[in-house]
């Protein structure tokens, strides 16, 4: 799986028989710390492996090499023993496994190479996994036999950072491969990337608390004035830009390790809007055009003391548009960032059209395009976000583009996040070979991390979320109407996962891994409550977890606490601004009135006509139920609930603190016979009033609305006064239909009403 570029061929070397080393371990002279670590390494994993002890013996030329011997490093020894390999012409992560004549090679360039053939050959030869940094499979074998290896590798992208909490551990990512500084990789390990600043540096580099007094003119210029809120920086600004020069050599200075500093917008719009920066812009065809001319003007001035350092910046939001004529200088990094996209698909999907065009475009003139990614729901790192199998096309997708570096941005902040694990660890083994397949590195994760009996229902939890939000614009924020968060859909992840919990039952550690990744679909269930318990009963499901949310939301908590000793089984934050598991909960307060206890009866097949209309000639009346509505934000806006008070015994919830149409009735919801001809329109509607309001105060309005000639063709506001008690029918008006007419009813928003409840429209023939 792992040897794209290896070419093996039957032939074998022995390494070990019968739990007997057959070989010994050549560190030579002059090794590097990270080559020592590498024997290391090597050493006490084949000991693990075949219960062998490896004699680690010095070498420092050809006569001092053992007959069988695994050789590490590039010194002086393993090149007079493999005189063909240019061990001095390797690059800084490349590295070369090569056998002959009872001897192997294991060596790269420096730092890292040498230790990535290391613990590349663990994983590849020895079958080693590092899942996590607490979880790690290897196989035992007494005897171990190797083919004929001649491979030489050297990862495509220069810097890999899958930014995912479960994986911040500097052994973990020399193991795996990241070389990003978060957290930051000792010397001995082969060291990282380090940077100067990483984002959004415009103010720390020019703080305006500082500066903005004596020199607004270094700010963004918006609608007229200087402004240091929600703006930028005014980069065409030669004093300015100086400043900054001596600033980033400053910082430079400070950081004599880092070799990227970071130049980067503000987290905000507000580009400067004064008429240099404007031509630049308006001439480059969008704001990136004034960003990359700022950049290479800092870039080129600290090129001559600064040779191996390159200033990064960001094609983010407004500037993620290529300019059209300006190059960002060699020793330039641009940062595109993929925010916008939908990451249900992958980044090629005609849904991200824009994306690949920007990609595109970068791609054509910047010599170092560095990407990041977004891999996460940052409005909640713990709920299901399903775009496991995208991950794989986008970092390929990356390498096709000639990226040369990837930051996968995701729950960063603690332990927990949905699946954090598994992308961690299938993320790392992308960015370092990106033509893996990716869904059977998943599985293998599975297989290895939870256990095979588990892994097998949670590979169908992922493929059941997968298909159900197919055709859903994933974004990497929380949106409502997600649909694989639907009653349906998490009735069936929640069987699975209660199935794998099952499996892992006999294996105390996978338990707990498993019962921590169970999680998320709890966190489901908790979020949408009332409005899944609805679901539930209108579909006749079976509620799978007790009926109470308060008794969940606590088993919920009591799985988020953790395991004593086991800091990684410990959730936390929910989401980017901090949110906690004990504050979510108790936020959730006690159970909502009327999900408790049985489900009610059932919804009339036939519903009731309605009392106040007796009178009224019902012949030929089309009467639509509060089901072929359409709901704005359900669960929250709207919502069907039981009403025994309605007529067929479900009605539209909706709380008096909104007055959105979050009840429609679209054009295409209506029958044929009600697209034409003159129709009488009743809302039949009942408003629970709030404690105190006045008769006089409106209560909901309701209407007709024709979307072909964006026409009001009928409207009625209610008071509290004349909604009365229980349900009754509000002559909305009496209209002309045609096929682009919708009907809505919507709350007052004032306060008078505590909810307003929907029935049912109806429409009867005005004859
Ligand atoms: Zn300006």
Known sequence: MFGASCRSVPASMTLAGSGKAHCVIVRQAGATAPEQTAVKELAEHLRLITGAQFAVEDATDLSSVPKDAIIIGPGAAAQAVFPDVALDKLGPEEFVMRTKGGRLLLAGGRPRGTLYAV?????EQGGVRWWTPWATNVPQRATLRIPNLNVRYQPPFEYREPYWFAGFDPLWKARNGPNGEMPQISAELGGCIIYKGFAHTFYPLVPPEKYFATHPEWYSLINGQRTRQNAQLCLSNPELRNFVVSRVKEWLREAPDARIISVTQNDC?????CP????IDDAEGGPSGSVIAFVNYIAEKIEPDFPNVAV?????QYTRHPPKTLRPRPNVIVRLCSIECNFRAPLDDPSNAAFLADLAGWSKICHRLYIWDYTTDFGNYVLPHPNWFTLGANVRLFQQYGVRGVFEQGAYQGFGGEMGELRAWVLAQLLWNPRQDD???????LDGYYGQAAAQPIRRYLDL??????GFYLACYTRPNAPFRTFKVLAQAEALWQQAEKAAANDPEKLIRVRMAHLPVRLAFLRDWPRLRYDCWEENGVWPLPESRESAAGEFAEVARGVPGKPWTVVNPLRESGLTVAKYVAELGPDVPGTLGPPPPKRLAKARPPADLKGADLRGAVDLQDDVANLAKPGEWAEIRPDPAASDRRAVWMPGTHKEWAFVIPPGRLPEKARHGRWRVYAVVRVEPAAGAKPIAPVFSAGIYDETSRK????LTVNLGAAGDGYRSHWVGTAEMNPGCEI?????????????WVDRVLLLPAR
């Open 276 to 279: 240099n920066c404007k031509a």
């Open 269 to 273: 719009q507000g580009a400067c809007q």
């Open 119 to 123: 613990d590349r050959f663990l994983q």
């Open 465 to 470: 979320m997968y298909g159900a939000s197919k």
């Open 712 to 715: 009001s063709l009928a409207s």
């Open 439 to 445: 869904r059977a590195l998943i599985q293998e994760f």
């Open 312 to 316: 990064d910046t960001f094609a983010y």
């Open 744 to 756: 809505y009813v919507a709350p007052a928003a004032d306060g008078a009403a505590k909810s307003v």
